[in-house]
Structures are given as structure tokens and as C-alpha cells.
């Protein structure tokens, strides 16, 4: 098989993993509680969690879902929660439980959350207070048995707690009115877990961990197992590529990506309790003024964000106040990284901007550039350790030389086995055994991957996947649409952006009625930001609509 990359690796990496050292996830934790008990583990809005305290919340949440929720080990509990203490609380419960966590983007409408809950069969929702009417309007029609609601300021002491939880529902107003009868609140359920008495679970390398939901090439989405090992394979591939870089007694990370995303979920979050650093959770990044405050009252070691966060901050008038001596690496994903951004951080910051490139399905990291990189250079890397990469062409045959593409296909341990009671979505996903990208690369003499382009037609923006037919789906529901084309066109800010092209049969149908159409049906992300009102939609003769011919226009 070509490998133009094994010969490429610094010295000090190993390009293969030892299987027999991985543990599973609650063993990675317990080892970190009693190593580093005193590490602050988590800071968010000025608060620090340290590992004791983290063990003991946690645990409290174990018993609470064991006892209360009374649910049974590969139970799956739905966390809709963005970077706040109670996430990494709830999520090390859930675990701890010997459960599996579905991770939920807080921003999704009805209809998204009401799919992905029915499909896991999630028994438990942890949800922020702010979200619950999106949950009230849909939960009978779910699986739902037990509602855990918890506060912005929850994790708080008592006096800032309750001014912070004042300020969001009754000055800033961002928690509409719900109903959700025999709801329990996230504090109820922390001293109803310290009643009783936490029972260690039995717990597999093959028992499954996350559901991490993502696209569908029928247009809804699906759900990557992950198990135990999958993710412990990442953990040590991040080991195995960065564990160099990390002194256990004064890492902190900044997290300002979504923890429900895999990304933050396993470089950040999970990456960083192995080793005992601490997060700096961010809310609210698109409040540049307080994530900038924040940045300036700590001293960071590591920074992942993608181009759009990294171009925001460097157009901040603020930015230059914060201080980056401390910072060791920084990490780009998500979406690429624009040459002039990452020379730009640079500049300002000293550290080179160095690339990786992943899939929800792979937990998420395949390939990512070395840690002693000095030049972005637009290439997203070598494989992870233990990890297989080849390339396919056209005709189905193996790429064996430089430069030429084909389409990525990937072996290793950290590669998902299924996805979630889908045997039709997991059949399309692998090919002889190799998950199957949908993206075009190549290696060049250094043996660098570099991606050419993607063989799917999803659209990226700012690091969000958003599948043509997903949205196509959602506007065609709307009377007096008749046909619904939807594709990436190039953004600045985002990467990408959505437009829609749409033929119509009633023509009071206006762009304003489709835009408030969407914005019932789709996440923010996934709205089109153009539409184009056309006569007739390019198709082959089979009637299948060429999106090729639309990006041409």
C-alpha cells in the first residue's frame, strides 16, 4: 500500500498506537481525579471547577441517572447545553453511569430536535432553560421520560448565580415562556444524586459512549457510534501527536467551540481531562468584548478555533491587549483555514496556525499537521497515529503516486463501526471495509495530504456541515415551492454560505416568505442567505438536478 507519509514524522512521534493501552472513558476520568484532584479542570465565567469538585458532581449526576431516572447501562441521555460548567458535569455522569451521551445543538428548531431524539431513543434531556420551549412544543411526540433543566448561572455560587439567572430571563430576556410539566431542575437532580449511592458500572471498550449526530445523505441526520474505544484511540493518537507540547501543571485550552461538537468534544474537553489541564469555556464567542476579557485575565497555552473565529478576533479593536507569550499551539479545524488569517494570527500572536482534518465518524481526527510546524502551508498533514489513508479514483483503483487525487478513505481504530440502527447509511459509508470521505485529496512529496475538494455536495459554514437535500427538504414543505435547489457559494466570514434556488407555482410566494419559512424549519447555519427565484432548475435526463451547472452560474 502507499504511505508516502510513515518516513515523515518527527522523531519523537510514533506512527503506531498500542492497542493494549487503551481504557475506557470512566477509567481515563477516575485516574485524573485522583492524579491531579486539586487542577482547575474548568473555568467559565470566572469560576474555576477543580477535578475533586468535578469528580464529586459528577458522580452525583451517575447516581441520579442509576437510581432516580432509573435508567440501565447503554441507556442514551441527550445533553442540550452550550459551554457552561454543568456541560462537562453532565457529560462525565452520563459516562460514569455506564450510559451514552447524544450531544444536541442547543440551536436546533423542533423538527431537528424531535428527529434526533426520536432516533437515539434518548430517555433523559439535560437542556438549558433558554431552549426549553423548543423542547415543549415537541417532547410528547419523543422518547423523552425524565426533563432536566438547569439555569445559565447554575454552577455559580449562590449570590452570582441568582443575578446571573435574574439578568438572563428578566433584563436580557432570552428565556421564552414554556411549560414542561414534571421537569426537575439540574440543582434537584445534584442533591437528589448525593442521597444515593453510585454504583461503578462494568464498562466495555466496545460499549458504546457518544451518538454524535451528523448529515445524512437522505437529508436527515445520523447518528456515528462512537464507542469507548474510538474515542480512547483519539485520546492517544492527541497523545501521540501533542502529548510533547504538554506540561500537566499549567495547560490551559481555550474552548470557545462547542463542547456538542465533536471537535471541541474530544480535542478540548476530553483530550484535556486525560491530562490533566484545565478549559477555559466561552460561552458566548460571537460577544467578542467578554471573550476578549477573558482572554486577557488568563494565561493560555492553547487555542483551537476555526477561520472565522480567528478572523473576528484579529479585527477586534481589543485583541492587541491580550497577552500570547504563553501560547504553545494553536489548532485550526473545522473548515479550512485561509492563508492571509493564518498569517495574520501569526503576526500577531507568534504561533503558526497548524491544520488538521477530520469527521464526526473518526472522532473526529484523521490527519493533522506536526506540532513543530513553522509555516502554514495549507495542507492538512500526515495521518494520525494509526491511521491508514488511500486514495480512490474514478475507477474505483487505488492511487499509488504524488499529486494525483482521488477520494479519501480511511482505517483506524478511531473510526466509528456503524451508524445508529441505520444498516442503509452505514452500507454507503465503507467501501471494503475503509470509511468512505467524500473527499478529494492528494499527497505530495513530503508526504502531506492536501485537500482538492469534496466529492459531496455539503456546504460548510463556519465548520457546521449543512447537507443540499436536508435544506431542499425543509423549503419544498412550504406551498407554492415547486422545485428547491440549494448550494455553497464562497463567504469571507463563514467559508461558505447557503444559496437557494427555488421554481415557483404560486408567485405570491416572495424571498421574504421563503427566508420566514426557513427560519421556522432550519438552524441559523443552515438558512440560505441567498435566494434566487429561477424558471427552471439544470437537470440531466433523468431528471436529476445538476447543482454543478447552478455553481457555474
Known amino acids: 500500500m502507499f ?222 457510534v462512537m464507542s469507548h474505544r474510538n474515542i480512547a484511540a483519539s485520546l492517544e493518537q492527541a497523545d501521540g501527536v501533542f502529548g510533547l507540547t504538554i506540561d500537566q501543571k499549567s495547560e490551559m485550552i481555550v474552548t470557545a467551540l462547542p463542547l456538542y ?33 477573558s482572554l486577557i485575565k488568563h494565561d493560555f497555552t492553547y487555542f483551537t478555533a476555526l477561520n472565522t473565529l480567528f478572523n473576528a478576533l484579529l479585527h477586534h479593536p481589543k485583541i492587541a491587549e491580550v497577552d500570547f507569550s504563553k501560547l504553545k499551539i494553536t489548532l485550526a479545524g473545522g473548515m479550512a483555514t485561509q492563508t492571509k488569517v493564518a498569517a495574520q494570527w501569526k503576526q500577531l500572536t507568534g504561533s503558526t496556525v497548524i491544520e488538521g482534518y477530520g469527521l464526526t465518524e473518526c472522532a473526529p481526527m484523521v490527519s493533522v499537521n506536526s506540532y513543530n510546524v513553522t509555516v502554514h502551508d495549507g495542507s492538512i498533514g500526515l495521518p494520525m497515529p494509526g491511521t491508514d489513508i488511500r486514495l480512490i479514483d474514478d475507477n474505483n483503483q487505488v492511487v499509488n503516486d504524488f499529486n494525483c487525487p482521488g477520494e479519501i478513505e480511511i482505517k483506524g481504530p478511531q473510526v466509528m463501526s456503524n451508524y445508529w440502527q441505520n444498516e442503509a447509511e452505514t452500507a454507503l459509508a465503507f467501501h471494503d471495509g475503509w470509511l468512505k470521505s467524500g473527499d478529494i485529496g492528494q499527497f505530495d512529496e513530503n508526504g502531506l495530504l492536501h485537500l482538492v475538494d469534496r466529492k459531496k455536495d455539503m456546504i460548510l459554514v463556519s465548520g457546521f456541515n449543512v447537507y443540499p437535500n436536508e435544506v431542499e427538504d425543509a423549503v419544498v414543505l412550504l406551498d407554492g415551492v415547486l422545485e428547491a435547489a ?45 435566494i434566487e427565484i429561477v424558471t427552471e432548475l439544470p437537470k440531466n435526463n433523468v431528471g436529476k438536478v445538476l447543482r454543478r451547472l447552478l455553481k457555474e452560474r
Not at 447503554?74 to 453532565?90: E, T
Not at 466570514?493 to 426557513?518: M, P, Q, S, W, Y
Open 3 to 224: 504511505k508516502p507519509w510513515l518516513d515523515k514524522y518527527p522523531d519523537e512521534i510514533n506512527n503506531e498506537l498500542d492497542e493494549s493501552q487503551f481504557i475506557d472513558l470512566v477509567d481515563m476520568v477516575e485516574q485524573t481525579f485522583k492524579a491531579h484532584p486539586d487542577h482547575t479542570a474548568f473555568i467559565n465565567m470566572d469560576q474555576h471547577l477543580t477535578y475533586a469538585e468535578l469528580e464529586v458532581q459528577s458522580r452525583k449526576i451517575a447516581t441520579y441517572l442509576q437510581q432516580t431516572s432509573k435508567l440501565s447501562k447503554g441507556d442514551r441521555v441527550a445533553v442540550m447545553i452550550p459551554n457552561l460548567l454543568q456541560y462537562p458535569i453532565i457529560l462525565l455522569g452520563i459516562l460514569r453511569a455506564g450510559l451514552a451521551v447524544v450531544n444536541v445543538n442547543p440551536l436546533y428548531t423542533a423538527s431537528e430536535l424531535k428527529h434526533q431524539l426520536n432516533d437515539s431513543g434518548a430517555k433523559v434531556i439535560f437542556i438549558v432553560s433558554n431552549f426549553a420551549k423548543t423542547l415543549e412544543s415537541i417532547v410528547d411526540d419523543t422518547s423523552i421520560e425524565h426533563v432536566v433543566l438547569t439555569k445559565i448561572g447554575d454552577s455559580l455560587p449562590l449570590v452570582k448565580r441568582s443575578l446571573v439567572n435574574f439578568m438572563v430571563a428578566y433584563v436580557k430576556r432570552m428565556v421564552p415562556k414554556y411549560k414542561l410539566p414534571g421537569a426537575k431542575s439540574y440543582r434537584f437532580a445534584l442533591r437528589d444524586g448525593a442521597k444515593g449511592q453510585y454504583i461503578r458500572p462494568v464498562i466495555s471498550l466496545d460499549d458504546t459512549a457518544f451518538i454524535q449526530y451528523t448529515g445524512g445523505t437522505t437529508g436527515v441526520s445520523k447518528g456515528a
Open 261 to 293: 461538537h465533536v471537535f471541541a468534544l474530544t480535542v478540548n474537553c476530553l483530550f484535556f481531562i486525560k491530562r490533566g489541564g484545565t478549559n477555559l469555556l466561552i460561552t458566548n464567542p460571537r460577544d467578542l468584548n467578554t471573550f476578549i476579557k
Open 486 to 530: 440549494v448550494i455553497g457559494v464562497p463567504d469571507e466570514l463563514t467559508g461558505e454560505r447557503v444559496k437557494l434556488f427555488v421554481v415557483l407555482n404560486d408567485f405570491k410566494v416572495t424571498v421574504a416568505t421563503i427566508k420566514a419559512h426557513c427560519k421556522q424549519h432550519l438552524t441559523g447555519y443552515k438558512r440560505p442567505k441567498q
